[in-house]
Every structure is written in C-alpha cells, then in structure tokens.
C-alpha cells in the first residue's frame, strides 16, 4: 500500500501537467491580431522620386482605381479594392501569393502581376519578397511601417 500512493500522485501530477498547455498569444481572436494576418500596407512609389502615387500631393492614381486580384482557390477570382483607413495614407491589401495588381489611369486601366512571398512572424505574416512583373522589387517601408513598392506607369 505505501508504494501504490506515491505511484498514484506520480500519474496524477504528470496528467496534470500535461493537459495544462499554455494558450498561443495567436488564439486569442483579437481583431488588431487578426487584421495583421491577413492584410499588409503599402504605397505605390514613384521610382526616380519616391513620391506617393496615390496619396501624395502629386498623386496621379485615385484610390479606387486601385485593384488587387487574387486566386480564390475555385475557379474564379477574389477581386478587392484597395483601401484605407480613416486619417491614413497608405493603401491596404490582402495577404496572398500570385496577386495582380490592377491600376486604373486615365484612359487606361493596367494589369501587373504581383507575387508576394511571406512568412508567419510572431501572430502575423511578414512581407519577405515582392516582384513586379518580372522585376524583384526592394523591400522598404516608410515610418508608418508601409511597404514602398516603385511603380512605374
């Protein structure tokens, strides 16, 4: 009898422990969390100047002209504008690979294909290669945290 209770804590203390995880900091459902999965900001540059193309002082692409094409896994496409929030400037886009982006001007409207690659960081996804057409395009960001993507019409 003395040795079959020191046994019994035994399994009942390593039961415990093991049915006991710690909860992810990404499981929690918290929208900030879940809107950085899914989505990144950008700004579409002008390449010899920097200049913002959509929402600078000399922007010469409206907003809503603006498209990011994507893969629905089926047979069509997702097709989302880009869109920003309330005092921001810089564009947002959903996190996918094998994008096109679609920029409409005046008279024309262009497609490009856009590829992102990312990578899971912490609770969200980190932007790690973009290229433009066939063009590798660096990866900067503003101090907004903005990705600069050069855009030449």
């Not at 020191?6 to 900030?32: M, T, Y």
């Not at 000399?58 to 047979?75: C, E, F, M, W, Y």
């Not at 309330?86 to 856009?114: C, D, F, H, N, W």
Request: glycine content about 10%; proline content about 7%.
């Amino acid at each position: 009898m003395p040795r079959i209770l020191p046994g019994i804590l035994l399994v009942a203390l390593l039961a415990g422990s093991c049915s006991h995880k710690e909860k992810s900091p990404c499981n929690n459902n918290d929208i900030a969390t879940l809107k950085m999965a899914i989505q990144f900001t950008f700004r579409l540059t002008d390449p010899q100047t920097g200049a913002d193309l959509v929402s600078g002082p000399g922007a010469t692409i409206p907003l809503d002209s603006v498209r990011l094409i994507r893969p629905n896994g089926q047979s069509g496409y997702w097709v989302e504008k880009a869109s920003r929030s309330t005092g921001a400037t810089y564009l947002k886009g959903p996190v996918a690979p094998s994008m096109v982006l679609e920029v409409g001007q005046t008279g024309r409207v262009a497609q490009y294909k856009i590829n992102m690659t990312f990578r899971e960081a912490g609770c969200s996804n980190e932007l790690v290669g973009v290229t433009l057409g066939d063009n590798a395009v660096p990866l900067k960001k503003d101090s907004t945290y903005a990705y600069l993507i050069p855009f030449s019409r």
